[in-house]
């Protein structure tokens, strides 16, 4: 019985030894053995020995690309905008010793200098340019990165802007200035409609005047004509000149008899001569 317990004993350690001994690493990892708590060696996928009890598996690190999430964060911009920007930091570990040595934590490690990163590249520029600028802000990203990374063991291959835009109290105040600019090319548009209609209406005045002073000479010309004409068809007879004129006065004399208004006409005691006298002032 004794025998059975010690031969069972025996078989267990050997199992156990050998179990750490073997070790299969997947593809797509690379794991880092410590030999007396000292760097010894890097696994390759596939099999490997080890020696049992000295050698310990302290690292297992992937050997793809990771894809580490930059949180989203507020950048104030050269000209004291305020913007809101996150990505995307797609990473590989290609010297694991240096992964597991050269940094606490790698992935932490680079997502915060993508962070730190981002925030000089982008705070060095106008808000107009950090908008439309992400391609060079991906380019001066990644050469920003990989002396620092390369440190570490970790190549980055690329890192991605998701969004980059105003935080939402400047989305509100861009808002407003554009409102305001609005506005103000409205009243200046109205001003210068106003002015214009002005303009124009002076214009018009301005012609009218001079329609209407043209008017009045040809009128002026005209009369004078007129009375050239007259003068000379009547030459030194009175009798024709004295007709025309009494027909006039009683023309104006009626017309002042039908108006309604209160009125009082007095009339010349001799006609033909009050007639006679307004010819004479004609003549002359």
Known sequence: MTSLIITATI??????TVFKGVRIVPQGEEWIVERLGRYHTTLKPGLNILIPY?????YRLPTKDIILDVQQQEIITRDNAVIVANALCFAKVVDPQKASYGVENYTYAVTSLTMTALRAIVGAMDLDEALSSREQIKARLREAMSEQTEDWGITVRSVEIQDIK???NMQA??????????????????AEGAKQAAILEA?????????????QVNLAEASAQAITLVKNAVGTDVTPAMYLLGERYIN?????????NAK???LPADLQEAVRGMLGRTRS
Do not use: G, I
């Not at 214009?203 to 008017?215: G, V, Y």
């Not at 104006?252 to 309604?260: I, P, Q």
């Open 203 to 215: 214009q018009a005045r301005q012609e009218s005047a001079k329609l209407d002073a043209a008017a």
């Open 252 to 260: 104006a004399m009626e017309s002042l008899a039908a108006s309604d």
């Open 166 to 168: 105003p935080s939402p």
């Open 264 to 266: 009082m006409v007095v």
């Open 173 to 190: 105040a861009m808002e407003r200035q554009a409102a305001a600019e609005r506005e103000r090319k409205a009243d200046v548009t109205r």
């Open 54 to 58: 000295m050698d310990v598996v302290a």
């Open 11 to 16: 078989a267990l350690f050997v199992l156990v």
